[in-house]
């Protein structure tokens, strides 16, 4: 065999994946380079909720002991009146709030229509809860359903590449046709490196939040019943 002919390939056979980006056509440069962006969110997404369903559980395991230690509910939210609150905290807050408001009016009126207006209350505390959890989770659904079709559409292009430089060359050397296929296969590795933890993730932070919904619902669901009895007693 020619080792002139061979040489070429050798030196191809060494192109770095960097090389590969650089030299890369417009589209399947600006796949790669989109795909890479949407990784880093994804990955900032990922540790920013990380953190975020941690510090929930944490507010309302803490939150929990002090509800159920056995002080009066008014004593629970004058101590909790000047700090920040989260979770269950939250919905406590929203609900004393909205009793104290509704106190005067139901001592002239009677106590109709106060449960249903803390019970509103609390739901629309709940949604806002789990607002801030569930936020964002939708980016990671979509890079992951759409990242790898976003990364195929590079390989074509990259294929679709290699084949043109093969009738623009009228050669089927491997130095010819191996840049082109090597981009497109990178494209396809980007998109799925994009894909798999969003989607991992996305189904991971999906269970958590619906976890923490239930658990704040069940804790509403309690206090409505702690609520309505006091209203029974003074009624």
């Not at 002139?4 to 192109?15: F, H, K, M, R, S």
């Not at 795909?35 to 990922?46: K, M, Q, T, V």
């Not at 990178?186 to 996305?202: D, E």
Request: net charge neutral; proline share 3%; glycine share 6%.
């Amino acid at each position: 065999m020619d080792p002139i002919a061979v040489a070429p390939v050798v030196q191809t056979g060494q192109i770095s994946l960097w090389h590969l980006v650089m030299q890369a056509s417009w589209p399947v440069f600006l796949v790669m380079l989109g795909l890479a962006l949407a990784s880093i969110w994804c990955w900032a997404i990922i540790i920013e909720k990380f953190f975020a369903v941690r510090r929930m559980n944490a507010a309302n395991d803490r939150f929990e002991q002090l509800f159920w230690s056995g002080q009066s509910l008014e004593d629970l939210y004058v101590s909790l009146g000047s700090r920040p609150t989260t979770g269950m905290g939250s919905i406590f807050m929203a609900a004393m709030r909205e009793w104290k408001r509704s106190q005067d009016a139901a001592l002239r009126a009677g106590f109709q229509g106060v449960q249903k207006r803390i019970e509103k209350v609390m739901d629309v505390q709940i949604q806002k809860e789990m607002g801030e959890i569930e936020s964002r989770l939708l980016f990671l659904a979509t890079i992951g359903s759409a990242a790898p079709f976003i990364g195929l559409f590079g390989t074509v292009w990259g294929i679709m590449t290699s084949f043109q430089a093969i009738a623009n060359s009228q050669n089927t050397n491997l130095a010819v046709v191996a840049p082109g296929i090597a981009e497109s296969l990178f494209a396809t590795a980007i998109g799925l490196v994009a894909a798999i933890p969003a989607t991992i993730f996305y189904n991971m932070y999906s269970s958590d939040a619906a976890k923490i919904g239930t658990r704040l619902e069940n804790y509403a669901d309690e206090f409505s019943a702690i609520i309505s009895r006091q209203l029974d007693e003074r009624a």
